[in-house]
Structures are given as C-alpha cells and as structure tokens.
C-alpha cells in the first residue's frame, strides 16, 4: 500500500470522487482487504437520524444564502447536541492539505489523540489507510461543494490490514459537509460528523 499512499493518490483519488468515481478508493480498500466503502453525494438513503438531522441544517443553511456553500458563522452546533462531541473541522490549506481547527472530545477518546492543529498529510505520512481516505474525500468535498455521506467498516488497531480472527469490527457513517470561511459561498472548510458500531463479521 505505502507506494500508492501519498498526496499524488489523495489528488487522484479525491478527483475521481469529485467526479462520481470512487474506483481509487475502492481499490485501497480492497488492497487492504477491507469491504468498499458506501459514498454518497447529497442526501443518503439510510443513514443515522443524528447525521440526517445535521445535513438538513446544512441544507436550511445553504437554502437560506441562495443554494451556495454556507457561511461557517452560520452554523449553531446546539442544533444537533448529540453529535456535538463527534465533529470535527478542518481547514484547507494552499498546498492542498487541511488543518486540524477543531477536534470534538468523542473523537479524541476514540483516536487516543488530539490533532487540533495538525494536518491531515502529517497523519497520512505512514502508509496508513484512513487518514488518506479521510484526505481525500475532504478535498472532494471542497471540490464539489456538496454534502458527503460515507460509510465504511474497519477494524480498530488493524490497519492497513484486517485480522481474521477478530470476529468484530467498527462500522463508521461520516456525513462531511462543506463551509464556507469567509462567507463568500467558495469552500474552504469541512465539518465532519462521525459515528461508530460495531459489527460482527461473519
């Protein structure tokens, strides 16, 4: 994986999904011998109410600008409390990486670290699977200017490979959405929410 992995493939990959093509990603999955994971633009058939209520916020948000990418400013986190502590946002940077500005509590406990004011390459430097994943769909989303939903099941402390003998996993839904800084419409931050089960595998 280490020679796939870097920001030429985050670039790659996260044009391709911008353009509806999730080939790149689906293939480092699979290489790391994980399921594909589940994305979507816009509004998800099946997602966590948490996550369909935040994306209708952002939706009111963006309707109530003219249909552009909100204003950060607008957004209240109280309208969804209980997502509160699994957000996190990042900033895009000129070299096309994205800083760490915010980094909810749930997150930290979960990752065992706090990355509030590191970059997503620093993390993504090892050949590791999720923050390239994670890389690549932020800057998707600014691409595009739309709402994000994903869906994937790894194993915690696994990567870049799953263990058999693991019979349980860790199933992830993200809703990424993307903001606007300065309020001029143009992406340039992403908020993302992230919730996790676990599953059995079989």
């Known amino acids: 994986m280490a020679e796939i ?33 589940i994305q979507v633009w816009g509004t998800p058939t099946v997602a966590n109410p948490s996550l369909i209520r935040l994306l209708s916020v952002w939706q009111r948000l963006s309707e109530a600008e003219g249909g552009v990418v909100p204003a950060r400013r607008a957004f209240d986190p109280l309208e969804v409390p209980a997502l509160m502590g699994h957000m996190v946002i990042v900033e895009a940077l ?7 500005r915010l980094v909810g509590t749930d997150v930290v406990r979960t990752a065992g670290a706090d990355w509030t004011g590191r970059t997503l390459g620093e993390r993504s430097i090892k050949p590791e699977l999720l923050p390239s994943f994670l890389w690549a769909q932020c800057l998707a989303v600014v691409r595009r200017g739309q709402p ?46 992230r919730l996790r089960s676990v599953v059995t595998r079989g």
């Open 5 to 37: 992995v870097g920001f030429q493939w985050v670039e790659a990959a996260a044009q391709a999904l911008a353009d509806d093509n999730t080939t790149p990603i689906d293939q480092l999955f699979e290489q790391c011998g994980y399921p594909r994971p």
């Open 94 to 100: 000129t070299d096309g990486d994205f800083r760490y």
């Open 148 to 193: 994000l939903f994903s869906c994937h099941v790894v194993t915690a402390g696994e990567t870049p490979r799953p263990n058999p003998e693991r019979p349980w996993a860790n199933s992830w839904e993200r809703l990424l959405l993307p903001f606007s800084s300065m309020g001029d419409g143009r992406a340039d931050q992403v908020l993302t929410a």
